[in-house]
């Protein structure tokens, strides 16, 4: 499996992907918005865009579909209630289905709400996993909820599936948004020494050669994974005097949750 992360360079920091079978030459277009940027990519390469994944329904991940479908004849892969939100879907898919590309690549759809009630991220069938996480799971930070969420969902969708998944899973998200998120979790736990590191190397980081974090990073710099962390309970304290001793998982992932919105 070939994966080639495209940075749009627009106002929503986008990411686009293209994952690409090395045998055939068949590729998958995941959220191109930057339709021109991926054909261009694609002709460099000398792929062969046969399919589009929407990771959800907002426009900033599905506005380069049409154009993208004249130009290669692409089918169109959502989630499976999302045919009403985004034109032209010709699969719904499901948790557990496959989406295979050319002969090599096979990519598991997780059912992931949450940011929104129609999310699916992809998982590899590769020695080392990769996660293609959209609009769920960034760098160092997590999906709001504002436009058709749920943080309950959120939540569960984190603590059920995405912290189950092995440390050695690359992330690859939808949006560049390391630094910010490296600042809130620092906002969130002073003393984490591990994304402080992380942050001073890559507060000037080119987003077009982006740092690709893991799963076992992200429990160490992520505080939507630090849930029981003494730091981010005694902090989360301060906005929330009412906050118990010993707070549950849940109850400081949706307080976390609502401090982001604002901060």
Known sequence: MIVEQLWTGNAYR??????ACPETGDALAIDPLDYEKCLKAAESRDWTITQILNTHEHGDHTGGNKAMVRAT?????????????????DRGVSA?????VGKTVELECLDTPGHTMCHICLLSHTNQPALFSGDTL?????GNCHNGGHPEELYRTFSTQLDKLPDTTRIFP???????????????????KVAAELLEAKKNQDP??????????????????????????????????????????REVFLKLRQLRNDW
């Not at 986008?14 to 994952?19: A, D, S, T």
């Not at 960034?138 to 997590?142: I, K, L, P």
């Open 14 to 19: 986008n990411f686009n992907y293209l994952i």
């Open 73 to 89: 004849g692409a089918r169109v892969i959502a989630h499976r209630d999302a045919g009403k939100r985004i034109p032209g879907v």
């Open 96 to 100: 557990g289905d496959v989406i295979r």
């Open 138 to 142: 960034f760098n160092a930070g997590a």
């Open 174 to 192: 939808g949006h560049d948004y390391l630094v910010n998120n490296l600042e809130f979790t620092l906002d969130r736990e002073p003393d984490n």
């Open 208 to 249: 077009a050669n982006a740092y690709v974090t893991t799963l076992a990073e992200e429990r160490d710099i992520n505080t939507f994974f630090r849930l029981q962390s003494p730091s981010v309970i005694r902090r989360l304290r301060e906005a929330f005097p009412d906050l118990g001793e010993k707070p549950d998982s």
